[in-house]
């Protein structure tokens, strides 16, 4: 069965930072591109960042651009986003997400192109 488990999230005052988790399971996860998104109250499922299979390339949103940082671990099947300098606008339920393209060259930042969902993670920032 696979399975994404997300943690880390919490609240934390403007400025602060955290660092989320995604540990996969089921599927050899370091074949698959994987993602993060988000979803505040009221508004659809964003795009947030994503990472090739190889860990070598890393996609992010322009609002978390030089903010948020993707990275993954191969020995522990782990995805995580290191989120810095957060906003009250980053408030959401984050969600780590895997790609449905085994070894995709093309990495994906809609969510109709990732097949396996966490149940998310809920970032609350203060200001």
């Known amino acids: 069965q696979v399975q994404l488990v997300e943690s880390g999230g919490g609240l934390v005052q403007a400025g602060g930072s955290l660092r989320l988790s995604c540990a996969a399971s089921g599927r050899t996860f370091s074949n698959y591109p994987m993602g993060w998104f988000r979803q505040a109250p009221g508004k659809e499922r964003e795009f947030v960042a994503a990472i090739s299979w190889g860990g070598t390339r890393t996609f992010y949103a322009d609002s978390v651009k030089g903010r948020f940082v993707i990275s993954r671990d191969y020995a522990k099947n782990t995805v995580y986003l290191q989120m810095n300098s957060l906003k009250p606008e980053d408030t959401a339920v984050y969600y780590c997400?895997?790609?449905?393209?085994?070894?995709?060259?093309?990495?994906?930042?809609?969510?109709?192109?990732?097949?396996?969902w966490g149940q998310g993670t809920q970032v609350t920032v203060s200001s």
């Open positions: 997400a895997a790609d449905r393209g085994y070894r995709a060259i093309v990495v994906h930042t809609t969510t109709t192109e990732y097949d396996y």
